[in-house]
């Protein structure tokens, strides 16, 4: 709660001029999270305070009258386009705050390793060393598959009211206006401009969008560890990128019998599988995880992240700083130097001897070509 005791609560807002039966409500909501493990928000007027936003900019985004997200469109590895939704600043802070308060600690599978604080690609990665066969699937459009019919029930949850749910589902959820069918329009007739003629998805991009995918996709998790479990398999989720591992006496035949049966399980519980990316590994082909080899008894990065590192050091250190990041397609040297040293940040946290001498390295070339070195 916000207030260490109810009764200096209602003193307070008495005080304040509430009314008893407002306060009375109020302090079932907080009783109901404090059951649920969430924070209370016990109102839109409640959150525009929490957070500083204006309330009638909250009631606009709930209202669907505003959609206050932009477009980063970026490419694929895989190829294609990714679309990532960013939340305007102002929606950002509030999508943090209800990230805090109402997500935090709703409990997850532990299979699950993506947006979890704690959690890492490594770790992932980590429970499949020693594999001889790996199965490899991914949810097609993860996050836009996830209505905001979906997002509900997770805040209710939560313990908040049915309203509340509503709102913090709005809040947290993008509607595309091309979109027709219809949510809410019969449950809140009081606040007619709830009832809009369009449904919210979760946006890749938005602070709760990961903990929301997450809550909705326990219940998938579970099924998946199961169905993995009978088959003596070991069962990761990374965001959309499902991977089961097996040791001896697992084969192409068991395999596609095993992919069915998690076909069923993922479309069951509301996903899809993009089929084009199903792979199966054998013994003898490299295994890899998250982009990592997980085919020793320790991750290991793959050799082409290793030589795309060891290609800009060494093509700044033969042609220069500006050169070498113009030629690369950078718009800046920040954002250049910024991609290296995210990179050499990851490869820290998989094979740190490697990478503290090839930092070592790669300062000492930015030093002599004045570039400032944290």
Not at 186 to 193: F, H, L, Q
């Amino acid at each position: 709660m916000d207030h260490p005791s109810p009764h200096l609560y209602r003193q307070a807002g008495l005080a304040a001029g509430a009314e008893k039966a407002v306060l009375d409500r109020a302090l079932e909501q907080m009783a109901r999270n404090e059951v649920c493990n969430a924070s209370p928000i016990v109102s839109l007027k409640h959150l525009a305070h929490l957070t500083g936003a204006p309330y009638l900019y909250l009631r606009d985004i709930v209202s669907r009258a505003v959609d206050p997200y932009v477009d980063i469109i970026t490419p694929k590895r895989s190829g294609g386009r990714r679309r990532i939704s960013a939340p305007e600043p102002g929606l950002m802070d509030v999508q943090r705050v209800i990230l805090k308060r109402a997500l935090s600690r709703i409990p997850q599978h532990p299979s699950s390793f993506a947006y979890r604080q704690g959690m890492s690609i490594v770790e992932c990665a980590r429970r499949h060393l020693g594999a001889k066969w790996l199965v490899k699937l991914d949810l097609h459009d993860f996050f836009g598959s996830i209505s905001e019919r979906r997002v509900y029930p997770v805040f209710r949850g939560g313990g908040y009211s049915s309203l509340m749910s509503l709102e913090l589902t709005r809040l947290c959820t993008r509607t595309f206006f091309s979109e027709t069918r219809k949510f809410g329009q019969t449950r809140y007739t009081t606040i007619p401009s709830y009832a809009v003629n369009t449904i919210g998805y979760l946006p890749q991009g938005g602070p709760a969008s990961g903990a929301l995918a997450n809550a909705v996709a326990t219940s998938m998790d579970y099924a998946l560890a199961e169905l993995a479990q009978e088959w003596s398999l070991v069962y990761t989720r990374y965001s959309d990128d499902l991977v089961f591992s097996a040791g001896q006496g697992f084969n192409r035949t068991k395999a596609a019998r095993f992919v069915g049966a998690a076909t069923r399980i993922v479309g069951a519980q509301g996903f899809t599988l993009h089929e084009k990316k199903t792979r199966v590994v054998p013994p003898g082909a490299r295994h890899i995880v998250l982009g990592l080899l997980v085919d020793g008894d320790v991750v290991r990065l793959v050799p082409e992240f290793r030589r795309r590192i060891q290609v800009h050091i060494r093509g700044v250190d033969k042609f220069g700083l500006r050169p070498h990041a113009t030629h690369r397609g950078f718009r800046s040297l920040f954002s250049f130097v910024s991609h290296v040293d995210g990179c050499l940040a990851f490869a820290m946290s998989v094979e740190p001897e490697w990478a503290r001498e090839t930092s070592n390295t790669w300062r000492q070339i930015l030093d002599a070509r004045g570039f400032p070195v944290a």
